[in-house]
């Protein structure tokens, strides 16, 4: 009993000290027992208040409890971190904060650019998008620091005991995943370049192969190698550090070989035009580029050209060959090659020159002719050779009519030595030719005065007198040929007329007062074939004549020439317009 008694008193006094302790929180006058340690007033960290006491069976009711303190801000460093954490892309400084909306929103964001972005290709990520998405990261670390500051009563954050210095060096580390993830997709985009030009490399090599020894001179297999040169002249001057880049030089060696795949099989011919298009490839692509391919072709360019040319030679200079020796000596006129064109030309007219006695000496005149157009043509000094070519053609034209003449080809002799004369006029054989033509032309009217070719020497003996008047209103030439060969013209008969019918000629040259033009011939013995021909206006309505005789000694010879005009039903029986008239 006397111990219960004891604890309420102590009870009651322990009540009592509480009560003094409060109205010492409430008042400052009043004292607290020096037994009662003093109660702060603020906690040093928000922490939970004491729970309520149970209100007393008696008395009047407690005092409401007090409003729920309200923490200081968080530390700047907590601030800081969190900012840094939501740049992350990964929204971890709504994490710390709690704030799974936004979390979940800042992950929804990234995913979405990373669907955008990857796999990685040679455009990279688009800027416009890029620029959104980073708009979208520093709005999320703007308002990750704004949240962190505001002290509103919530439950502490996640590491309450992070250290500031410690969480801002963590969100610094995450950080690295952003820009380790930037990094990795350049990358990714760099060997997607790179993919993509070791593709347009391989379909470049492929195009030169299929066009591998087809040359360059059709259109399509032409496109077929510049388009390869373009894609290679491309990757070797702009893309030069990447791995397709370094590989153009072996490429471009690869091309070469294969334009000029005729050269290394020894089609010479073949091998020109691709030649010269790789030897102008220096002037669309680089020569560091090429290195010594630049000057590879011109020697092969050049055995080229002579070869080829030679070949023109040897077909008498025709051909679309015939300028490969001209232009060789232009190109190259230093060359070795070009100092072989003299010997080799010279060397085929000599051989031309030499079968003009042969049975086709028009064949060898004509390669004789070309080989001559291609000396003139050299830009180099070849007097003595065109003085060679040209004296072979002179020789090659004479022996051309004459064995025109000899073939009874009496209108081509005729053209072939009326060609000679006018080309050659100084010509040793300029009055041989024309004997010859002469002949050629009376033997297209009369083939007896084509058996055999004009004497060369005049014969000698007496010579008899052939007079020749002309009865007609037109000047005539008379071409004879026989012991002697030669012409005759006479003018005009002023006074003189047409006759109407043939019953009308024995007139013909009769008249004494018309006073006939006339020439004499002093011709040698023997058998002779005339042709008349007129001249003037009415020319060619006038139809020459031919006639034959033999010149016998002892005797003078009239010979008159006249016109007979024919209707249109004249024709029906084949008669002579003119009709010489000759008398003993």
């Known amino acids: ?303 080229s050209f002579l070869e080829c040319g030679k070949r023109a030679l040897a077909a008498g200079g025709s051909g679309a060959d015939r300028g490969d020796l001209a232009e060789l000596i232009s190109t190259f006129p230093e060359s070795a090659q070009a100092a072989a064109v003299t010997p080799a030309v010279d060397a085929a007219i000599k051989e031309r020159a030499g079968k003009l006695g042969g049975a086709d000496p028009c064949t060898s005149t004509t390669e004789l002719e070309n080989l001559s157009e291609m000396v003139n043509s050299f830009e180099t000094d070849t007097a003595a050779l065109k003085k060679r070519a040209a004296s072979a053609v002179e020789s090659g034209t004479y022996a051309c009519g004459v064995d025109q003449f000899k073939d009874k080809r009496f209108d081509l002799a005729l053209e072939t030595l009326t060609s000679f004369r006018s080309t050659y006029k100084d010509s040793k054989r300029k009055d041989r030719a024309r004997d010859i033509a002469i002949a050629a032309e009376i033997a297209a009217e009369r083939g007896a005065a084509g058996k055999r070719l004009p004497p060369e020497k005049t014969p000698g003996g007496p010579r008899l007198e052939v007079v020749v008047s002309n009865d007609a209103s037109d000047a005539v030439e008379i071409l004879y040929t026989g012991p002697v060969t030669g012409t005759l013209k006479i003018e005009a008969c002023g006074g003189c007329e047409n006759y109407s019918s043939y019953d009308a000629v024995d007139k013909a040259c009769k008249d004494p007062g018309k006073g006939y033009p006339k020439k004499t011939l002093r011709l040698p013995v023997g058998d002779y074939h005339f042709l008349l021909k007129h001249s003037g206006d009415a020319a060619d309505d006038v139809t020459s004549t031919t006639d034959g005789m033999s010149i016998d000694p002892g005797y003078s010879y009239t010979y008159c020439s006249y016109v007979v005009e024919t209707g249109p039903f004249d024709s029906i029986r084949p008669v002579d317009p003119i009709d010489p008239v000759l008398a003993r």
């Open 1 to 303: 009993m006397g111990r219960d008694s004891d604890e309420k008193e102590t009870g009651a006094s322990g009540s009592d000290a509480g009560a003094t302790g409060r109205a010492g929180a409430d008042g400052p006058g009043d004292a607290v027992p020096p037994s009662v340690p003093a109660q702060p007033l603020t906690p040093p960290w928000p922490a939970s208040p004491p729970p309520p006491s149970q209100p007393p069976s008696f008395g009047p009711p407690p005092p409401a409890a007090p409003p729920q303190p309200v923490g200081p801000p968080p530390p700047s460093g907590h601030v800081a971190a969190v900012a840094l954490l939501n740049l992350t892309g990964l929204g971890l400084g709504y994490a710390l904060l709690r704030d799974w909306l936004r979390l979940a929103l800042a992950l929804a964001a990234t995913g979405l650019f990373l669907l955008l972005v990857l796999p990685a290709d040679t455009d990279g990520a688009p800027g416009l998008l890029v620029v959104l998405y980073a708009l979208v990261l520093i709005g999320a670390a703007l308002d990750g620091a704004r949240r962190a500051r505001v002290p509103v009563p919530r439950p502490p954050l996640v590491l309450p005991a992070l250290r500031p210095a410690v969480a801002v060096a963590l969100a610094l580390a995450l950080l690295a995943v952003p820009v380790g993830g930037a990094v990795a997709y350049e990358a990714a985009q760099d060997e997607a370049v790179e993919r993509m030009l070791l593709d347009r490399l391989a379909a470049a090599d492929k195009r030169v192969e299929a066009a591998r020894g087809s040359g360059v001179s059709g259109k399509d297999r032409s496109a077929e190698f510049r388009a390869a040169l373009g894609v290679y002249r491309e990757l070797g001057e702009k893309e030069g550090d990447s791995r397709a880049g370094k590989l153009v030089p072996k490429r471009l060696a690869t091309f070469y070989d294969a334009v000029s795949a005729p050269y290394a099989e020894k089609k010479y011919c073949d091998a020109v035009e691709p030649l010269k298009y790789l030897r102008d490839v220096p002037d669309s692509v680089d020569d560091d580029l090429l290195g010594k391919l630049a000057t590879w072709p011109d020697e092969p360019l050049a055995i």
